[in-house]
Structure formats: structure tokens, C-alpha cells
């Protein structure tokens, strides 16, 4: 199995910076992809970053520029540097890593962590 810790959420003024961070542990040969979605009540879930295993990043319109996604492969870990805080990113926050097995791959979520950005 595979779990996913997340850190970092909070609340955090129009304007501020957070971190958030995600840990995975298990029993697994390595990780290929990982990602960060976000949901607010009422709508679906999505992507907000991704992290290759190779190191290349995607983001969505609304982030770029003010989120960075990087990763710790020694430490099986991802992170998200949100800067320039808007009220829109408040959303409860979702890590998510493919990983690979013997044969196979595994897709796994966080818990989840909400961010609240006052104005």
C-alpha cells in the first residue's frame, strides 16, 4: 500500500505565500508522475500542477506564474510554493503520485488540505 501525507495548508491573506507538501511511503519501486489538485464545493476536482518523474511541469492558466511544483526524489516527496495568494485559490487541496509496482502502476490521493485566502 501507499500512503500520502499532506502538510502546509492554512489561512493566509490576499497577496501572502504558503507551502504545501506531500510525503508518500510504501512498498513501491518508484514514482512516475505527481500532482496537485484542488476542489471547491460544488465543483469537480482539478489539476492545478504536475511533476514528471523526469522533472518537466505543467500548470494550469490560472497558476502560473505565481505556484511552482517541485519534487524530492530522495525523500518521495512533492511540493507546492503558492505565492501571490488570490481569495479564487481557496480550495481544499489534493496531492496526487502514480506509482509503479512489479507489473503495474498505482494511482493514489491525499487526504487533502485546505487553503483559505482571505481578502
Known amino acids: 500500500q501507499v500512503q500520502l501525507v499532506e502538510s502546509g495548508g492554512g489561512l493566509v491573506q490576499a497577496g501572502g505565500s504558503l507551502r504545501l507538501s506531500c510525503a508518500a511511503s510504501?512498498?513501491?519501486?518508484?514514482?512516475?508522475?505527481m500532482s496537485w489538485y484542488r476542489q471547491v464545493p460544488g465543483k469537480q476536482r482539478g489539476l492545478v500542477a504536475v511533476?514528471?518523474?523526469?522533472?518537466?511541469?505543467k500548470y494550469a492558466d490560472s497558476v502560473k506564474g505565481r505556484f511552482t511544483i517541485s519534487r524530492d526524489n530522495a525523500k518521495n516527496t512533492v511540493y507546492l510554493q503558492m505565492n501571490s495568494l488570490k481569495p479564487e485559490d481557496t480550495a481544499v487541496y489534493y496531492c496526487n503520485v502514480v506509482v509503479f509496482f512489479e507489473g503495474h502502476y498505482g494511482n493514489y490521493w491525499g487526504q487533502g488540505t485546505q487553503v483559505t485566502v482571505s481578502s
Open positions: 510504501g512498498s513501491f519501486f518508484g514514482i512516475n508522475t
Open positions: 511533476v514528471s518523474s523526469g522533472g518537466s511541469t
